[in-house]
């Protein structure tokens, strides 16, 4: 499969460019000038809202084991995205893959937090019996 070419001016979403904006308007969100404001915002503040979600009901802390619990979770979280690919499923798919990216970003708050990577030596044993 052949991967889709990127051109810098060229929205990857929706195709504006410099010649052509958005019927609304947009700028760049990145460096490369390859996504606009009117693609990259919506997505970031729907990202944003899933966090929020997660917080509300798990928190604002690693549940108990840490990273490592953390990693079961957005593993969990990916098979879903799996599921939903097997399916064809393209809905379904989206919510999953927002979800996984919303746990992405919890973990990268709790890295730039400083949090320790492990707080149990349960899932190193148990690998190590097991591997």
Known sequence: MKAAKVTRGVCRVCGCSD???CPTGCYWSDAAQTICSACAEPLFRELL???SRQ???WGNTF???GFDTMVAVLTEEVGEVARAVL???RKNLRVELVQVAA???RMIEQVDRGDPLRSSNKL???SKRHG
Do not use: H
């Open 19 to 21: 010649d052509v904006a």
């Open 49 to 51: 809202a899933e966090r």
């Open 55 to 57: 917080i509300a009901k």
């Open 63 to 65: 549940p108990a084991g």
């Open 87 to 89: 399916d064809g499923d």
């Open 103 to 105: 746990a992405c970003l």
């Open 124 to 126: 190193q044993k148990a």
